[in-house]
């Protein structure tokens, strides 16, 4: 497994080994020991989502004020930019954010970890977006951040996405009560 450092030392992006040949391909999406191996932790996962979503769809920024998610996504058809943002107070790396393309064709994992807000737009012309959380969804305790942010200033690679109405609802981090963003623990 290739390893890919970001900006932020506890977001990593994985690359699995692929074997393929005429008839197709294997690859071991997450592997314990594998994954404990390139991040020194052994999360343990307790629900599998996946989704599906057109072009330009936009999801996101989410994190959860109870019951934080730590997340290992990654894409089974499709493309997206997929976006990590730090929102711990007090972090170092607080309001600085990770991008990166990840698709059914490169197979990249991204990890989340507990403390970041997530998101992710579709670039193609739809995606199924698949990934493991550490912690059940929880709605009452979800947040969420705005997509444009002029504080974080994300580059991404559309200007008009389509939004959910909750999306289209979210707080700058600036207005977030601070009640409501993670503790840094260093």
């Not at 490169?106 to 992710?120: K, L, S, Y």
């Not at 009452?140 to 609802?169: G, Q, T, V």
Request: proline content about 6%.
């Amino acid at each position: 497994m290739n390893v890919i450092k970001t900006n932020i030392p506890e977001v990593v992006v994985l690359e699995p080994k692929v074997f393929g040949d005429v008839r197709g391909f294997f690859f071991e999406s997450y592997n314990e020991n594998e994954f404990y191996g390139a991040t020194g932790l052994r999360p343990h996962f307790v629900q599998d989502n996946h989704s599906r979503s057109a072009r330009g769809v936009l999801r996101g920024l989410h994190y959860q004020i109870r019951q934080p998610q730590g997340k290992l996504v990654r894409v089974a058809v499709g493309e997206v930019f997929d976006v990590v943002v730090d929102i711990r107070k007090s972090s170092p790396t607080f309001g600085q954010w990770v991008g990166q393309m990840i698709s059914a064709e490169n197979r990249r994992v991204m990890w989340v970890p507990q403390g970041f807000a997530h998101g992710f737009v579709v670039l193609s012309e739809f995606a199924e977006f698949l990934y493991k959380t550490t912690d059940f969804y929880a709605p009452e305790h979800e947040r969420c951040i705005r997509w444009d942010d002029p504080d974080i200033r994300i580059d991404w690679p559309i200007d008009a996405p389509i939004l959910s109405e909750k999306d289209n609802r979210n707080l700058k981090i600036s207005n977030v009560p601070e009640s409501d963003l993670p503790v840094y623990n260093g």
